[in-house]
């Protein structure tokens, strides 16, 4: 069995570790708010709060299973 290469920008984590992350990042974005503002496209996702925005950027690639 081979280890999958990994590089300094890019890593491999469990599935269950960026759920965590995910959950917890909603958590916080809409702590005390009733409603938050968000924007959706083709291919990325953009949450504002007061100080700042929040990204996903989905590519056309895709990972591997």
Request: net charge positive.
């Amino acid at each position: 069995m081979t280890k999958k290469t990994q590089s300094v920008r890019e890593r491999y984590v469990s599935a269950e570790k960026l759920q965590q992350v995910f959950a917890q990042l909603g958590i916080e974005l809409c702590a005390g708010r009733k409603q938050i503002r968000a924007t959706q496209s083709e291919k990325s996702i953009s949450i504002y709060v007061n100080g700042g925005t929040v990204n996903i950027t989905f590519n056309e690639k895709g990972g591997e299973v």
